[in-house]
């Protein structure tokens, strides 16, 4: 079931854009063809990153199995997941363009790779490096950017409340 609802997503997509397509502009169908590029690329990446995931959690797993326990290791496998987390984020990003979502939901997406990206800098940084201020400042980052995205959801609920006028 799920492959006939990809194929009516992207048959959907498909006649979409060629209703749009003539009344585009030139800058439009240029920014949309780049998108679509960039997505083929991003594709690309994640598919090298999922085979590097898989051989890292492979000798992960040899390791466990010798009684070799590596603590960054396991950051090494942490940090490559919120990679492919962020890549997958970043394709959300560009689908956001292709259908031409709201700039409020692009926004969100952005904040969120963000948050994600932060994320993946504290599981693998090693704190003994790094001194107070930096710690400091990096919460003071992870704190705002939960702010931002509390306050950019809300606003997205606040605006699926409102009838909307036709």
Do not use: C
Not at 33 to 51: E, H, K, N, R
Not at 76 to 90: D, N, R, S, Y
């Amino acid at each position: 079931m799920k492959n006939d609802e990809v194929k009516q997503s992207s048959k959907k997509g498909i006649q979409q854009l060629k209703s749009v397509w003539p009344e585009l502009d030139w800058f439009d169908r240029f920014d949309y063809l780049v998108t679509v590029f960039v997505s083929g690329i991003l594709a690309i990446v994640i598919l090298v990153a999922v085979i590097r995931l898989t051989s890292n959690v492979f000798q992960l797993f040899q390791q466990q199995l010798t009684n070799h326990i590596d603590f960054t290791a396991f950051q090494t496998t942490f940090g490559m997941l919120l990679t492919l987390l962020i890549a997958f984020e970043f394709r959300n990003s560009l689908n956001a363009i292709l259908e031409r979502k709201s700039l409020l939901i692009q926004v969100r997406i952005v904040v969120l790779i963000a948050i994600l990206a932060l994320a993946r800098k504290f599981l693998v940084l090693d704190p003994k490096e790094y001194d107070a201020a930096i710690m400091a400042a990096y919460a003071a980052m992870a704190l705002s950017l939960g702010v931002i995205y509390w306050l950019i959801s809300r606003s997205l609920f606040d605006q699926a409340d409102q009838p909307t006028e036709d």
